[in-house]
């Protein structure tokens, strides 16, 4: 073992009370801080990706800029910083009051850590201010947004590269729970290196999750599955969907129809109630979340034990992120999708809406007078023009990026429909070699029946305990208001 690898064991232990790194940490740590190498790291939920980046910026010193996709995450990760003694830690977004920001920009370099979501990075004055720093390290959280959410749905992702240029090419770390070959390939092209990413990819197999679809014949059986199977669920879960509506109704049922304690999540919910659901839920006075895809990122509990896909993901690697929300203790968990024969058409029509259909592309080059566009489709629009592509360019790469969706649904509608080697196909189509044996097991269809005493899921006790905690003034206290 290296001399370093000593250092950092030595370091870890002095600053962060720990006997050793877990699987991932320590390669991707020398490989930053010892050799100079940017990195993209694939290493999965639980594995601690969080404290790789506070180990490093604290280790290299000066301002470490963190991108984070949703503001209910930087929240946390501001909070976690404090909670380790990290005090000089901010986060800069849009619900802070303009003094607020202000300040922060005029103070920058009285911080050691910056959270910032990729909209607020590119804005003309943070980037200026920014770039006047001294910027130690670039860090990308859920790195494979840029690849998913960047071409058609928050094309800032995309500036990223530009941001990374201004900052005179800080050291470069990106991270994320699952990338496969073309994602990764993605990420890199938006960055202009001198050598590519040092990559490092662990397996995206999470062995103590049972993984189970079961194939229901309409939605009334689904509803009915739901409904048995949060009953007898033990500890806490999570129930994702894809409709904000149908999201609430599940909320109203569950409440009036078991005795779990249950809360709503989506974008339609206001911040502050968003927190402090995600808090409640931490400390186990709620038992389960009904939420749409926003929730989940960077939610360090480690006791969930069962995630439900009442409609499925739009792709393999967004499911694998959702159901890696489970067992991140490496207790056994379970991952159970219910799927219907209409579920792929829901999934199929949301993809979609998102992208502007040629009309719509038309009469924003034609600058159609009082035509009513769809906000995201018109930050879209506005984003691509200003790159210089006309109507027809702009046709033809969201052509494509339909193509690519659309296949991803189909993956995700085949890891539904097989009846063997679920595991394995998983395993397949992020290029991973096959298992054998039992460890290609623990997963399961509607064809056997659940036995969930069989999973050995431990039981978490809820908190009674009353929530009457001023979320408002915690708000607040994390972003210095």
Request: glycine share 4%.
């Amino acid at each position: 073992m290296s001399n370093f690898n000593d250092q950092l064991r030595a370091y870890l232990q002095q600053h962060y009370h720990f006997d050793d790194f877990r699987p991932g940490q320590a390669e991707v740590l020398t490989a930053l801080l010892e050799r100079h190498e940017d990195v993209l790291a694939v290493l999965p939920t639980g594995t601690g990706k969080s404290l790789i980046y506070e180990l490093a910026g604290r280790y290299l010193g000066g301002l470490t800029v963190i991108v984070s996709p949703l503001l209910s995450l930087m929240q946390d990760q501001v909070a976690r910083l404090n909670a380790h003694g990290i005090r000089r830690t901010v986060a800069l977004n849009s619900m802070q009051h303009p003094r607020t920001k202000y300040f922060i920009l005029q103070n920058l370099a009285k911080f050691d850590y910056l959270f910032i979501a990729p909209e607020t990075l590119t804005q003309p004055g943070v980037l200026e201010a920014l770039a006047q720093q001294t910027i130690n390290l670039l860090v990308v959280d859920e790195a494979h947004s840029i690849a998913q959410w960047g071409p058609d749905f928050r094309p800032d992702y995309l500036e990223i590269g530009r941001a990374y240029a201004a900052f005179k090419h800080p050291r470069l770390l990106l991270l994320t729970a699952t990338a496969g070959e073309k994602v990764r390939a993605q990420i890199q092209s938006q960055f202009e290196l001198t050598t590519p990413l040092t990559e490092f990819v662990y397996s995206v197999n999470r062995p103590n999750i049972h993984l189970r679809t079961e194939k229901l014949a309409n939605e009334q059986e689904k509803h009915a599955r739901l409904l048995a199977l949060v009953r007898e669920l033990p500890g806490p879960g999570i129930i994702y969907l894809s409709s904000k509506k149908q999201a609430n109704q599940l909320r109203i049922d569950i409440q009036q129809k078991t005795e779990r304690k249950v809360a709503t999540y989506h974008g339609d919910i206001e911040n502050e109630q968003r927190f402090a659901i995600q808090q409640q839920f931490m400390q186990n006075q709620l038992d389960v979340i009904v939420a749409t895809s926003a929730f989940g990122m960077g939610i360090d509990k480690a006791d969930v034990r069962w995630v439900i896909h009442y409609h499925m993901a739009s792709d393999l690697e967004s499911y694998l992120q959702e159901i890696g929300r489970a067992g991140r203790d490496q207790q056994p968990a379970v991952a159970i999708l219910l799927y219907t024969e209409t579920d792929d058409y829901l999934v199929n029509n949301l993809l979609i809406s998102g992208i502007p259909d040629e009309v719509t592309i038309k009469h924003f080059y034609l600058q159609t007078p009082h035509y009513v566009f769809e906000p995201q489709q018109l930050r879209l629009l506005q984003y691509y023009a200003a790159q210089g592509l006309d109507a027809q360019a702009v046709m033809q790469l969201f052509q494509r990026r339909l193509l690519v969706k659309r296949l991803a649904l189909q993956q995700m509608v085949q890891y539904i429909e097989i009846t063997t080697e679920k595991r394995n196909y998983l395993l397949r189509v992020f290029g991973e070699a096959e298992l054998t044996g039992a460890a290609a097991g623990n997963w399961s269809t509607q064809a056997t029946p659940l036995e969930i005493p069989s999973l050995h899921l431990p039981v978490t006790e809820s908190n009674n305990a009353s929530a009457n905690i001023d979320w408002q003034k915690r708000l607040e206290k994390l972003f210095n208001q």
